[in-house]
């Protein structure tokens, strides 16, 4: 059998990526496309460029084409919302990212960016802290114009301060009996960076009458591993994991990262070469539900009552506080996983819009990646700025005081967009942060 047939069967399904038929209606949707204009930044011509590498058409080399205009993409599945063919890319784009990462040579920075950084120190909580001690000193002494570039950048993205927050194994529900049990991701980056996200969570999901449980042997939940290229490091998460939420025996497994519940959605994909894992990663994947798709099935609108007395009194211009979340220009942005991953957008703008009420006002562009993409923006800082530049344009367009999203990388990425160009004033903030800030004001009131 010839070289090149053996590399068709072995890492791109070739029926998939036929299913791309030229049309180009997705070239429009295409972040990357649209600021470079090149067809070999698009989707189609990604596709064309897979193909290539596997008929042995093209040869991979980390400096040069096809590499590095897949590298290039982010991932945002924006060109799956917009194909009419229903062409599959993220799958495509996964098994063509695990063939390079195992038959290219990297130069030796983006080697120790992935294999260490990536793989080895952010999808551990523990180590994912320490490595950051030293990016809050140096933030702290005002010593990042001593550092290169690309560190210059990764320290824009830092916290200013770490804080340990221990989240409770168990939290019960706020009025018993309890309507259920939800088992909850804690995730490997929002814990270190957005404890207080999810105390606000938990909190929601308590008021709404259900018992939480964050089971203690979960581990990363293999998106981190999934989207740069280590198919396998992603199964061995992904099999810890559904033995973890057995224990837990939850009705509900539930995500407040948009990044993290594609890839918990997709457990059955990733495990689909067994059909016993594929059986338990099918029920698994049947309860994983992100945080507004939850509160949207479940009635969120028990809570309406409280939010109303917060909007009508905005309304009536009777807030005083400047810091009170009602009464002010609020947008949403998108997060590309959540959007075209899981194709929820309705559900969170409603939650933003039973806050901000008549404030409310739509991101032009709301469903283009702001650059975040995961760890995009370390392994590509210059488009992942240029994405930056021009979500903040189109923020600055709307004049909101707020901006509110779903996923940790979209809130670190523009919040230090908005910071680098000095509009400081804008707060970025979680849906589950915002909702949960807003019931306590409408609570104080
Ligand atoms: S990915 Fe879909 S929309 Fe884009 S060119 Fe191919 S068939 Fe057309
Ligand atoms: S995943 Fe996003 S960046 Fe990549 S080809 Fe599709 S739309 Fe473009």
């Given at each position: 059998m010839p070289a090149a047939i053996e590399q068709i069967e072995s890492f791109l399904d070739e029926k998939k990526a036929l299913a791309?038929?030229?049309?180009?209606?997705?070239l429009a949707s295409c972040p990357t496309y649209l600021e470079t204009g090149n067809e070999n930044d698009s989707p189609r011509g990604r596709i064309y460029l897979m193909r290539s590498i596997q008929q042995g058409r093209l040869s991979l080399d980390a400096t040069v084409s096809p590499a590095e205009h897949i590298d290039r993409c982010l991932g945002c599945r924006a060109c799956e919302t917009a194909c009419p063919s229903g062409v599959q890319y993220g799958a495509l784009l996964e098994h063509t990212r695990d063939h390079m990462e195992h038959t290219m040579r990297r130069p030796w920075f983006q080697r120790l960016l992935r294999r260490v950084m990536i793989e080895k120190v952010f999808p551990y909580p523990n180590r994912f802290r320490l490595a950051l001690i030293p990016a809050v000193w140096a933030k702290r002494m005002d010593i990042?114009?001593?550092?290169?570039q690309f560190l210059r950048e990764a320290l824009n993205l830092a916290p200013d301060s770490l804080e340990l927050r221990k989240l409770p194994e168990c939290s019960p529900a706020e009025n018993l009996p309890s309507k259920g049990r939800i088992g909850m991701v804690s995730g490997c980056v929002m814990p270190v960076l957005f404890g207080g996200t999810h105390q606000s969570t938990i909190r929601l999901l308590n008021r709404l009458g259900y018992d939480v449980v964050i089971p203690r042997d979960q581990v990363c939940c293999g998106a981190l591993y999934a989207h740069s290229g280590q198919l396998d490091m992603a199964r061995g998460v992904a099999r810890v994991n559904l033995q973890a939420f057995d224990r837990a025996d939850c009705d509900t497994i539930l995500i407040n990262a948009a990044g993290c519940g594609s890839t918990l959605k997709e457990y059955h994909h990733l495990l689909e070469g067994d059909f016993r894992e594929r059986d338990a990663a099918e029920q698994f994947v049947g309860k994983v539900r992100d945080l507004s798709e939850w509160m949207d099935e479940v009635g969120w609108k028990a809570l309406d009552a409280l939010l109303e007395k917060g909007r009508r009194l905005a309304c009536g211009e009777k807030t005083t506080s400047p810091a009170s979340l009602f009464g002010r220009p609020t947008t949403f942005h998108d997060a590309c996983h959540l959007a075209h991953a899981q194709g929820i957008t309705r559900q969170p703008r409603d939650l933003v819009k039973a806050v901000a009420g008549e404030y409310y006002v739509e991101l032009p562009e709301s469903e283009i990646c702001c650059g975040s993409a995961g760890s995009y923006n370390l392994t590509e800082p210059d488009m992942a700025g240029r994405l930056q530049r021009r979500k903040v344009s189109h923020i600055r367009k709307t004049e909101a005081h707020i901006v509110v999203t779903t996923n940790p990388g979209c809130i670190l990425q523009i919040e230090s967009g908005l910071k680098q160009q000095g509009y400081v004033e804008v707060r970025v903030m979680h849906l589950a942060d915002y909702l949960e800030a807003a019931l306590q004001e409408a609570e104080r009131l």
């Open positions: 791309c038929v030229h049309c180009g209606l997705c990042g114009h001593l550092l290169p």
